[in-house]
């Protein structure tokens, strides 16, 4: 990718327009942070609700004091270890930054995305002392995408968004979020498990991350649906996936599986992704995107294992497949 069309990105999120960008976990849709109107018009192009905070993306050696009020030890030391990386942490903004970036909460999600083109447009854009606002580039609750081409797939043509094509996201799922907003008080909370685990970041502060509770701060990413492609998904454990197929083929449903441990042959659309939580993490989404495409009725995917190293996995296949209880036994007494 040429320095020009960096330079014209960046201009255009100075201008207040949309550029959809290439990060380590997922394509984002960023607009300039400090632009109440600029950040309206990602949850317009989103259709996301208002109160649903955005994560702002900074630029390598961020002046972190001109975002956050507050920023303790804790805080220096996890950038110091993860940035560039897919850490997100949530601390207490200061007030000249605009609340459309927090849904009206006093805190801002920041993080340092390690993709390259992310770090040059970042490192551009009002000559690195800017801020993107940057959710992933797909409708809101829908599958996240991690091409340039999912971005174009999902806003068509005449939706007025540069896209910046950096190939495929290496990690595959959006970063880990820990608010340190409330340290003193609740701890490290993580509030969506990702690549950097609570076991890495514990090595470094010394504290491992708790559970979020009903007062933690809404975050991006966290709402029960989500990630969801237009079929319904449902998780399945290994074992019972040879007679489940059985019984869906005879009830002549379209089913399509998404599967890692070796499996016969069968008649319907398969996708085998990696047996290791990362490369399974990098194919998931692009797996759910495909077999959405084969217009199959149901979504059947074999369920990962349960350890910590599937942890961020197994979130965003619990939200893909949120509201699609009792679905598969619906489709077997029709």
Known sequence: MT??????????????GLVAFPTETVYGLGADAENPAAVASIYA???????????VHVAPGADLDYWVSDIPAEARQLVAAFWPGPLTLILKRHAHIPDAV???QDTVGLRCPSHPVAMALLSAFKGGKGGVAAPSANKFGNVSPTTAQHVRDEFGPDAGIAVLDGGSSQVGIESTILDLSRLATHG????????????????VIGA???????????????????YAPKAPVALVATAQLDALLNALAGKGRRVALI?????????????????DPAGYAHGIYAALRAMDRTQAELILVEAPPQDDNWLGVNDRLRRAAHGSAGIVERFLQA
Do not use: F, W
């Open 102 to 104: 927090s849904g009206g």
């Open 45 to 55: 192009a989103k259709g996301r609700p208002n109160d649903h905070p955005v994560i």
């Open 208 to 226: 491992m991350p708790v559970a979020p509770d009903a007062s933690a701060p809404r975050a991006s990413g966290t709402l029960e649906s989500h």
């Open 259 to 275: 599967h890692y441990s070796p499996l016969l042959t069968r008649a319907c659309a398969t996708h085998v992704l990696p047996e």
């Open 188 to 203: 490290p909370v993580l509030l969506r498990p990702g690549h950097i685990s609570a076991a890495q970041i514990a090595a």
């Open 3 to 16: 320095e020009q069309v960096i330079l014209d990105a960046a201009a255009t999120l100075a201008a207040g």
